[in-house]
């Protein structure tokens, strides 16, 4: 049986109060978790469907008791991707662009991770179409 962790933060950005609870299986102090822990899976990520972070889509499906809903793109303005190493929060733009390095630590952040954005990151028809190849 594997252990429920939840991970409280206390966030450096410009809000101080702000804290990010990460939720998951086996979570570690940079986010790591029994899904996915080399040394670049140091992030998580914001669901919509309960404003909460996990370190995986996996976390997520065994953690949670509904179905996820990935962070929708009228609210990529906001930040819903956490750094394992520094705690700073980035947006999706943030996050995409950043050539997996974090901005603000210079962390590494696992290329392998794009493979299940859709699970993250709201898709339009082009983001689709680009994924398939078409």
């Known amino acids: 049986m594997c252990a429920?962790?939840?991970r409280h933060v206390h966030v450096r950005d410009n809000?101080?109060?702000?804290?990010?609870?990460?939720r998951g299986v086996?979570?570690?102090?940079?986010?790591?978790?029994?899904h996915?822990?080399?040394?670049?899976?140091?992030?998580?990520?914001?669901?919509?469907?309960?404003?909460?972070y996990y370190?995986?889509?996996?976390?997520?499906?065994?953690?949670?008791?509904h179905r996820p809903v990935p962070w929708p793109r009228d609210?990529?303005?906001e930040p819903s991707v956490l750094c394992g190493v520094c705690d700073r929060r980035l947006t999706v733009p943030e996050y995409l662009e950043s050539g997996n390095v974090c901005p603000f630590c210079d962390a590494s952040f696992n290329p392998g991770c794009e493979a299940h954005y859709h699970y993250y990151f709201?898709?339009?028809?082009?983001?689709?179409?680009?994924?398939?190849?078409?």
């Open 4 to 6: 429920h962790d939840e």
């Open 15 to 22: 809000n101080p109060h702000v804290h990010v609870h990460v």
């Open 26 to 34: 086996d979570v570690d102090s940079e986010t790591r978790c029994a």
């Open 36 to 52: 996915y822990n080399s040394e670049r899976d140091v992030v998580a990520f914001r669901f919509d469907c309960c404003d909460t």
């Open 55 to 65: 370190p995986c889509h996996r976390c997520h499906d065994t953690v949670a008791d």
């Open 75 to 77: 609210r990529f303005d």
């Open 122 to 134: 709201e898709q339009s028809e082009s983001d689709v179409s680009t994924a398939d190849g078409s």
